[in-house]
T-cell receptor, first 113, second 114 residues
Framework: EPEVTQTPSHQVTQMGQEVILRCVPISNHLYFYWYRQILGQKVEFLVSFYNNEISEKSEIFDDQFSVERPDGSNFTLKIRSTKLEDSAMYFC???????????FGPGTRLTVL | AQSVTQLGSHVSVSEGALVLLRCNYSSSVPPYLFWYVQYPNQGLQLLLKYTSAATLVKGINGFEAEFKKSETSFHLTKPSAHMSDAAEYFCAVSSKAAGNKLTFGGGTRVLVKP
């Protein structure tokens, strides 16, 4: 069964460094999402992406964040200058053009020191 | 605007007992409702969903949920808990009007006692 994959599974970085989190959505899906879950808190929506542009972004998704679909398979989330409070589990999800269900990847645990 | 409230951040049940996890939602448009499960150190797995068809929805692992519009609820149940049901459960709401983005509840962690 097709699944969403994410790399790396864990990322440790120093405050102020740039990180890129990678996702490979399900191959025929058209809508892509990033969510994050700070330890002990709710899963929060960050951004949605369709047709090579951002459809919607939350107030969390400030200028330090960007998303890109550099080729036909990858979907990336970049944080330009990480802060301590960016430490969280980041989930990628994808949805087909006809469906209403988002399928989630296993997540990347980001730790900012 | 849409929101989800899950009553009880922790639930403890005995093996073989009924599992009941409560979810109430708020949505200004017809909602899509979902239950996801998260096992330790894993991602979110879809358990079941309601998208305007039958109000009683059956999912994987013996779980089911009933959409009650009058109560704005979508409670999750399982008649008989297994040890393998120990996990965190998230209720979520979305809608076409909201661009299908998911708004999650705070989660309910289920502990199953032998």
């Amino acid at each position: 069964e097709p699944e969403v994959t994410q790399t790396p599974s864990h990322q440790v970085t120093q405050m102020g460094q740039e990180v890129i989190l990678r996702c490979v959505p399900i191959s025929n899906h058209l809508y892509f999402y990033w969510y994050r879950q700070i330890l002990g808190q709710k899963v929060e929506f960050l951004v949605s992406f369709y047709n090579n542009e951002i459809s919607e972004k939350s107030e969390i998704f400030d200028d330090q964040f960007s998303v890109e679909r550099p080729d036909g398979s990858n979907f990336t989330l970049k944080i330009r200058s990480t802060k301590l409070e960016d430490s969280a589990m980041y989930f990628c999800a994808s949805r087909s053009g006809r469906g209403d269900t988002q399928y989630f990847g296993p997540g990347t645990r980001l730790t900012v020191l | 605007a849409q929101s989800v409230t899950q009553l009880g951040s922790h639930v403890s049940v005995s093996e073989g007992a009924l599992v009941l996890l409560r979810c109430n939602y708020s949505s200004s448009v017809p909602p899509y409702l979902f239950w996801y499960v998260q096992y330790p150190n894993q991602g979110l797995q879809l358990l079941l969903k309601y998208t305007s068809a039958a109000t009683l929805v059956k999912g994987i692992n013996g779980f089911e949920a009933e959409f009650k519009k009058s109560e704005t609820s979508f409670h999750l149940t399982k008649p008989s808990a297994h040890m393998s049901d120990a996990a965190e459960y998230f209720c979520a709401v979305s809608s076409k009007a909201a661009g299908n983005k998911l708004t999650f509840g705070g989660g309910t962690r289920v502990l199953v006692k032998p």
